[in-house]
């Protein structure tokens, strides 16, 4: 019999490690990637009660007039940071199996986990950008997309034994152990969190099987349940549970109308250069780049828009539809749109997903 997903919710922030956040735009606020508002975007996330923060790894950006994720802060090492400053919310942090060791990953997130207190997590990122990787000599043309797949459930498998066991000897295809070590354990229990978002069908079932959360995508509300909904089902075939989050973009104003205005302003100032470039990185055909950049637009998640109460009851019916666990918010300007979240928006939906 499937289970429906429980009424609690986890919401959680995105954090802006990389410059432009995820609005692809010249009038947006300005994010510039930087520490000091990653550090602000934590610390209002831990004051107002959120339950996460998150931070992806980057190493190029896409260009265009803004350069938009040129500048990005390495993750483990910011969230190292992030932790020291904050005092309940969770810490996950990014980590690419093709370009870190297994036993380094596992002591990298058992330091984290350390310094928190007990709240790191691990968002594994098994896929990749050709032209991020090949800049470092990172990419193997020989690897296909499965075989990533297959040589990062090597590389989680070595990296859970580690973070339990006093000694792990492992013979794969990718990765060797002999007797290796790594102490301290982790604080958290049974571990930290893992969270993996592949939505290939072998990356699916990666992560439904490997990971505690499974974020999904879609173009639309309809991908989106189905893919919340096939999680869930793969997982009770593996005779577990998963958890399904999804990113939601919030742009809220005092009034509907403002908060439209708001949007058209950004549309209006889309960075197309650096959108055609994601998108080729994404490996959309080159004769069909132009079409998805105009459907596609500035904005990359599901976005809400609306005056704080709009933005709740839309927020509400996304979680509801799609039958999500949780959602990984993300606004233009992170302090303020926090601020109206955490007092307008986050009681209400903690009331109704008691």
């Known amino acids: 019999m499937f289970h429906r997903p429980s009424q609690h919710k986890d919401f959680g922030v995105f954090l802006p490690v990389a410059n432009g956040g995820w609005i692809i735009s010249k009038t947006t606020p300005t994010l510039d990637g ?32 803004t350069d938009h994720w040129g500048t990005a802060l390495e993750s483990v090492t910011m969230m190292a ?18 370009l870190q060791n297994p036993a380094v ?42 075989d990533r797949y297959a040589l990062t459930e090597e590389w989680t498998t070595i990296v859970k ?35 993996c978002a592949g939505m290939s069908d072998r990356g ?16 639309t509300p309809d991908e989106r349940r189905d893919a919340s909904l096939r999680a869930k089902k793969t997982a009770e075939t593996m005779g577990k549970t998963i958890k399904t989050f999804a990113m939601c973009t919030v742009v809220h104003g005092d009034t509907d109308a403002d908060a439209e205005a708001k949007v058209e302003h950004y549309k209006s100032g889309a960075d197309m250069g650096a959108i055609l470039a994601m998108l080729e990185s994404w490996g959309v055909p080159a004769e069909k780049l132009s079409s998805v950049a105009a459907a596609q637009g ?51 939906l903690r009331a109704v997903f008691s």
């Open 105 to 146: 990953a596992a002591k990298m997130i058992a330091t984290l986990d350390h310094i928190s207190g007990g709240r790191a997590g691990l968002n594994i990122v098994a896929g990749a950008y050709k032209g991020e990787f090949d800049q470092m000599g990172a990419w193997d043309d020989s690897l296909s997309h499965d």
């Open 298 to 348: 500035a904005f990359m998640t599901q976005t809400v828009v609306g005056a704080p109460k709009t933005c709740a009851a839309q927020i509400e019916e996304f979680l509801r539809y799609c039958e999500l666990d949780g959602l990984m918010m993300i606004f233009p300007d992170y302090v303020e749109g926090l601020t109206m979240f955490g007092s307008e928006i986050l009681p209400g």
């Open 204 to 219: 699916f079932q990666f992560s439904v099987r490997e990971a505690d959360v499974c974020f999904i995508g879609g173009r």
């Open 81 to 98: 940071g992030i932790a020291e400053a904050t005092k309940n919310v969770k810490i996950w942090a990014t980590i690419h199996p093709l």
């Open 34 to 65: 930087l520490y000091a508002q990653n550090r602000a975007a934590a610390v209002k996330a831990d004051e107002v009660g959120m339950d996460f923060v998150m931070s992806m790894g980057k190493f190029r950006g896409f260009g265009g007039e």
């Open 161 to 195: 034994r580690l973070w339990s066991e006093d000694s792990v000897d492992f013979a794969g295809k990718y990765f060797t152990m002999k007797d290796c070590q790594s102490k301290p354990k982790p604080l958290s229990k049974p571990r930290p969190d893992l969270v």
